[in-house]
C-alpha cells in the first residue's frame, strides 16, 4: 500500500500572507498531523516559518523544506544547505527595477537575501500589513510582480524567478525551486509515496508552480485560495 506525503505552502495556504497561523486552524492541525507525513514547502526561512505555524507544529514535521526546499530542517538538525549569493550586476538590476516601479509606496528591506534565493519587494517587507494589503490589490490588477520576474529570466537565463506570497518575487539559480521536493519526499519516503501538496501560488508565474506541474497521477494537486480553503479540504480527510 502507497504512503501519502502531505506538502504544504505555508504563506497563504496555512496561514494568512506573513502573519500566523489562526489559533483554531493551529489546534485542528497539530491534531490532524499525528501519524502523518508532513511536508512544508516555503520560499520564507526557518525562523519566519517557525514565528507563523509556531515551534510544535515546526518540529513535529516530517521535514521543513525553507526557501523553496534550498535549505532543509529534520527537528533541529539542518540536513541540506545551498549556498549561493546574487552577483553584483543582479542587485544592480534590482535597485534599478526598485526606482523605475510605477508604485508610490517605499518601506524598507526591498532585497532580503536567504538560503540559496534573493526574495524582492518593492513595496518592502518593512511594509505594514495594510501596506502590504495595498500592494497586493494593486498588483492584482497590474501584474507588476509576473512582469519583473520574466523581464530577470530573460535578461538573467541562469536565474528563475517566481511571484510569491502577497508583495515578493523569489530568484534562485534554474532548477532551485520548489520541484526539489518531489525528488526529497520520494527519496525519503520511498517511490511507491503519493504526493498531496496543497499551495495557493500554482498557477504558471507562481512559486509553487513548479512543484505542481511536475506531480501527475497518482499525486494529486490542491489548489488553495487561502488558509480557511486548506482547512475545509483537511476536514474533508
Not at 10 to 17: A, E, F, M
Not at 66 to 80: A, M, R, T, Y
Not at 137 to 144: I, Y
Not at 192 to 197: A, L, P, Q, S
Amino acid at each position: 500500500m502507497s504512503k501519502i506525503a502531505y506538502v504544504f505552502d505555508v504563506d497563504g495556504t496555512l496561514t494568512p500572507s506573513r502573519l500566523t497561523m489562526k489559533k483554531k486552524f493551529q489546534e485542528f492541525f497539530l491534531k490532524w498531523m499525528k501519524g502523518k507525513n508532513i511536508f512544508f514547502i516555503t520560499g520564507s526561512d526557518k525562523d519566519k516559518t517557525i514565528e507563523q505555524v509556531g515551534s510544535q507544529i515546526w518540529s513535529r514535521t516530517t521535514s521543513n523544506l525553507q526557501s523553496c526546499g534550498n535549505n532543509i530542517w529534520e527537528g533541529d538538525e539542518e540536513v541540506h544547505r545551498l549556498e549561493w549569493s546574487p552577483n553584483a550586476e543582479l542587485i544592480t538590476r534590482l535597485r534599478a527595477i526598485l526606482n523605475e516601479s510605477k508604485y508610490p509606496i517605499r518601506t524598507s528591506n526591498h532585497i532580503e537575501e536567504r538560503i540559496g534565493l534573493v526574495n524582492f519587494s518593492i513595496v518592502g517587507r518593512g511594509c505594514t500589513q495594510e501596506q502590504r494589503d495595498a500592494y497586493y490589490e494593486w498588483d492584482t490588477k497590474e501584474g507588476e510582480r509576473l512582469r519583473i520576474s520574466q523581464a530577470l529570466m530573460k535578461q538573467f537565463p541562469q536565474l528563475e524567478a517566481s511571484v510569491g506570497g502577497q508583495i515578493s518575487i523569489d530568484i534562485h539559480p534554474k532548477g532551485c525551486n520548489k520541484s526539489q521536493a518531489k525528488k526529497w519526499i520520494l527519496d525519503k519516503l520511498g517511490e511507491d509515496t503519493t504526493i498531496y501538496f496543497y499551495g495557493d501560488k500554482t498557477l504558471k508565474g507562481g512559486n509553487d508552480y513548479d512543484l505542481a506541474k511536475i506531480l501527475e497521477s497518482p499525486h494529486r494537486v490542491f489548489p488553495v485560495k487561502d488558509w480557511n480553503d486548506t482547512m475545509n479540504l483537511l476536514l474533508k480527510i
